[in-house]
């Protein structure tokens, strides 16, 4: 494979035009992007502004007017300072990642994503008129944790379980930077609620066996973010009697299994961002995080609205789907109190001790949960 042409490939996140015009001319090109109907997405054609593609609607296109549109905004001077820039490389570029794929490429499409810890960029990658599969590239150290994981865990669900998300087809690190391609996983969106279809799914991740917290990925987790966070620790250390006596169901962990990375597929269901999940885990991890963000990003619940609906839908008489039948009341707080836990460890492994406002609202629904 070609090497990537080193400092060319750094990528730039920066609102300054005069940065964006610099790196031009060393170079690179600056794309100016926009949100559309969720994400912020543009779409690159032989180098050009073409297509417009929503997140939501991946497969409906929007005509050129909305970049013509842009174009024209973004000659008054107090415009442009407002929108994003991101700088990519303009020499080679397409020239290695065709290489990386194996494939020509038609296009692509570029998600910068939402709101999250690290630098990562995401293309969809169409070839022959199809979308055949996700490039990530990340150049933070954030990231590349993120990818190295999520290749870790996507190769460990591969044969029995690869109907449940996209497989790995390349993976490099280069210059820098790493690169995580993956296939495409087609579907609709998913429910805000956990239903039998989510239920099935979960359920599929399950071993057959049961074992004891300190021999899983989420126990080894917890352990590596203890000296990241003194409140971390303190609750881990409030927390470690409600697991150690028990043995809990051993399951493979998405680790960000929520609506937006769920779509459904027929009468069944994948998964797409296995960046934050684990290969050894306990189940029941996935179903509480699902509760969780859902109750605090999507109907923006309180920490105390949260800890109480935890208390009384999960904890207590669960009727919660691929949960409820899975343990008894004891275990159900242990599971909460873990799951919560390990959504805020592996945010302080992948960030080197950073706590994001949702990982904090966590930690305060886990310290309810222990009173």
Known sequence: MR?????AWRLVYTRSPTLASAAAKTGSVAYTVFPSLSNPRLFVDDMGWKWVWP???????????PWRALALLARARPI??????MIVPRDHHRQFIEDLIGSSIRSMSFLLGSDGPERKLVAQIVTDDRVSGYLKIADDSTGRWLLRNERAVLEGIS?????LGPAVKAYVEEAGLTYLYTSEVSGGRAPTRITETHAT???SLIGGSRVAF??????ARIEAATHLNPQFQRLWEAARPYADPLEFHSAIIQGDFAPW??????????AVDWEYGAVLGIAGVDAVHFYTNVALLLRKWTAARAADELERHIVGASTLPGFSELYVEGERRAVAIL???????TGLVATDGVVSPTNATKLLIVARLLK
């Open 159 to 163: 044969g029995e379980f690869n109907d």
């Open 80 to 85: 442009r300072r407002l929108l994003p820039c």
């Open 201 to 203: 799914f979960l359920r």
């Open 339 to 345: 799951a919560l836990l390990f959504d805020v460890a």
């Open 3 to 7: 090497a990537a042409p080193g400092q």
């Open 261 to 270: 990375n769920i779509l459904r597929h027929g009468p069944s269901m994948r």
């Open 55 to 65: 997140l939501a609607r991946p497969t409906r296109r929007s005509r050129s007017v």
């Open 214 to 219: 300190e021999g899983t990925d989420p126990f």
